[in-house]
């Protein structure tokens, strides 16, 4: 029974919450995502009519040539496919399908490896929890919500379970890479989430498709899987999955309100390694002055650069014209940081290595990174970091950490080191940027 209300109430407001600005220069990234082609699956992210989600398929034969986008696809490729189901009325609730068919054009047979792969669920596999700020997560048990428990896996190396280590596609033929549920009957509300990352290498040419599909039924009226021929009828004569997200406005757009727009295409690019150093031809990076910092952007994207003018988000080399111009908060693309941390003073010092959500900025408005001295509601990061170094003890220590941070929020020390005058020590930062994370966020270096 809801609680009764004074017949008089009271109006109250949030104050909203307070500033804080750290003076802080924030440098760009050195590197570069690497080549890496990316089926890139998030729109639309929820997902009410079926059809096609993505198809790189070559437009001949089809009925709605525009949704195919004849790219193909040979060698090292990753996949990505993250979507929401609720159904449009609270009387159906029958499972929606997600489907990803792979297809051999050629004369010969085709291996594709598996290398890594998950997909998981929001209910039950993943619900996203409340955890704490920071815990330690070398086990792999904690996360929060599908996109965090599937880049937690793929960053471990691991191919779950399910799925075999790799397909033999005959010539001429097409196999289902997966063909998963996202079901909703018996969940209040009935609305639930799939994310799926694989990396993938094949021996020949192939092409891809996402695709959606309400559960078919059998003779006594029960949900099965869609068989491939029934996958194949929707490629050849179904229309784009709906509804539609909203229209990303163009890059050349400055002013006004920005829309980034979900990703449906081909992104280029699947790992962004970095060695963090003083300057080109520079083999160490010098630990700041005492009580002083430094910054490196992560995942910055346009109108988010953080005074660096440098945009991360990977390129589309396909697309559909009413999604993202670029991959946009770079999902599932790995950032591999080398930080060779030298201490140049005569003294003992203490240095130490976070990650920090500050509020969005194209140019430092205050002179450095703004943050709120209390927690905001929006999580915008949820996921596990990998750290690799050596200790006080000069023992090497491999950990892994899981994040949760809200809006402009800083961050906690991930590593803490005892450096002694001309000590060296190498950090090595891993992490897949998790789906349901909003950028951009920094990588920050402190002397205390």
Do not use: C
């Amino acid at each position: 029974m809801l609680p009764l209300l004074p017949i008089f109430p009271i109006a109250q407001t949030t104050p909203p919450p307070q500033e804080i600005v750290q003076p802080r220069i924030v440098r760009p990234l050195t590197g570069s995502l690497n080549t890496v082609p990316v089926f890139n699956s998030n729109s639309p992210e929820k997902v009410q009519a079926e059809g096609i989600l993505l198809s790189t398929f070559p437009p001949g034969g089809k009925q709605t040539k525009s949704a195919h986008l004849n790219f193909p696809f040979r060698g090292r490729f990753d996949l990505f496919a993250h979507h929401v189901f609720q159904p449009t009325t609270p009387d159906d609730l029958r499972s929606l399908y997600l489907g990803i068919i792979l297809h051999n054009p050629g004369k010969q047979a085709v291996r594709v490896d598996i290398l890594q792969a998950a997909s998981y669920l929001s209910q039950p596999d993943a619900p996203f929890a409340e955890l704490p700020p920071v815990a330690e997560n070398n086990l792999g048990t904690i996360f929060a919500g599908p996109g965090d428990r599937v880049m937690n896996e793929i960053l471990r190396g691991q191919r779950q379970s399910s799925f075999p280590p790799q397909l033999i596609i005959p010539p001429g033929q097409s196999q289902m890479l997966f063909n998963l549920p996202i079901p909703v009957q018996g969940l209040e509300p009935p609305i639930n989430g799939r994310s799926t990352f694989m990396r993938l290498r094949s021996s020949g040419t192939v092409y891809a498709a996402s695709l959606a599909m309400y559960a078919p039924t059998d003779a006594n009226g029960q949900e099965r899987s869609p068989t491939l021929e029934e996958w194949q009828q929707m490629l050849e004569r179904g229309n784009l999955a709906g509804p539609r997200d909203k229209t990303p406005t163009p890059p050349e757009q400055t002013s006004g309100k920005v829309v980034y727009g979900r990703v449906a295409g081909v992104a280029q690019g699947s790992q962004w390694r970095s060695q963090l150093i003083d300057s080109s031809g520079a083999s160490t990076l010098s630990i700041p002055s005492p009580g002083e910092a430094f910054s490196y952007g992560l995942s910055m994207l346009n109108q988010g650069t953080l005074g660096t003018s440098q945009i991360q988000s990977a390129p589309m080399l396909i697309r559909y014209p009413d999604t993202a111009y670029r991959a946009h908060g770079n999902y599932g693309i790995q950032y591999s940081l080398s930080l060779p941390l030298q201490n140049n003073s005569d003294r003992d010092r203490t240095v130490t290595v976070s990650l920090e959500t500050p509020l969005k900025e194209d140019k430092l408005s205050q002179g450095g990174l703004r943050f709120f001295s209390s927690p905001a509601k929006q999580v915008f990061f949820r996921g596990t970091v990998r750290l690799r170094y050596n200790d006080d003890q000069n023992l090497p220590r491999t950990k892994y950490v899981h994040l949760v941070q809200t809006r402009g929020q800083q961050g906690e020390p991930l590593v803490t080191l005892q450096m002694k005058p001309g000590d060296r020590r190498l950090i090595q930062l891993d992490f897949l940027y998790p789906p349901d994370a909003t950028p951009p966020q920094v990588l920050t270096i402190g002397t205390q």
